[in-house]
């Protein structure tokens, strides 16, 4: 379990811890998950067949690692970290693992929380000794993409994507070089 206490940059401290889910919050953090997409507006509303996914964490947990922050007892986010090609992954190929599924709750946010699941999931990478970390995300996720940006992500347009249920829907990529020698979540540019 990794324990977070620090200050950011405009003086909120993030104090939470990141660890693996538990199978008690399983049916939560798929909650969480959902309404974190819903309530920006990133799906077509409650029939959206992206939803059922979101908020089947027993299911990505079977093949990926699930992590949460928590703050005490309350659950504030997640993110999916799949470790390869495989039934969880949307883009990585050999040699890449890749981040899903971020999510933090509404009242939980600019504390940091979602950069410290990030960044969890680059210490997985780093400590696998995965050279690529790749994800993807949809245009308007414009918060996400400034956290992706800080941890040193740069857009690999060449394999944007569309799910085969949304064919006019584009997921824009991203991916992070990890230097062995360097901190997790340092690029190498
Ligand atoms: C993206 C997301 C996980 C970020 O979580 P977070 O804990 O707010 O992340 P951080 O605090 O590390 O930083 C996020 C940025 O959004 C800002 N922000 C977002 N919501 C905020 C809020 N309600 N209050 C204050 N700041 C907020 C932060 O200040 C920060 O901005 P900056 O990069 O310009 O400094 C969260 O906004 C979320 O769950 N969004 C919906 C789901 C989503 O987009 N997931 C991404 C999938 S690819």
């Known amino acids: 379990m990794l324990r977070l206490g620090r200050r950011t940059r405009d003086t909120q401290v993030v104090d939470v811890d990141i660890r693996p889910v538990t199978p008690a919050e ?4 798929g909650e969480l998950t959902a309404q974190a997409y819903l309530r920006e ?6 029939q959206d067949p992206y939803l059922p996914f979101l908020r089947d964490v027993s299911g990505r947990a079977s093949s990926a690692l699930v992590l949460v922050a928590v703050d005490e007892d309350r659950l504030l986010g997640g993110v999916t970290y799949v470790p390869g090609p495989g039934p969880m992954a949307d883009l990585a190929r050999e040699g890449e693992a890749e981040i899903r599924m971020l999510a933090v709750d509404a009242e939980a946010r600019g504390r940091g929380v979602g950069e410290a699941l990030a960044r969890a999931c680059l210490d997985q990478a780093k400590a696998a000794g995965v050279g690529r970390v790749v994800l993807s995300s949809q245009t308007a996720m414009r ?14 347009p060449e394999r944007d994507w569309s799910p085969e249920n949304k064919p006019g829907l584009v997921l824009v990529a991203y991916a992070l070089d990890l230097d062995p020698d360097l901190d997790p979540g340092t690029a190498t540019r």
Do not use: K
């Open 143 to 156: 918060a996400a993409h400034r956290l992706y940006e800080r941890l040193g992500f740069q857009r690999l």
């Open 41 to 46: 507006g990133f799906l077509g509303g409650d």
């Open 26 to 29: 399983h049916r939560p953090l």
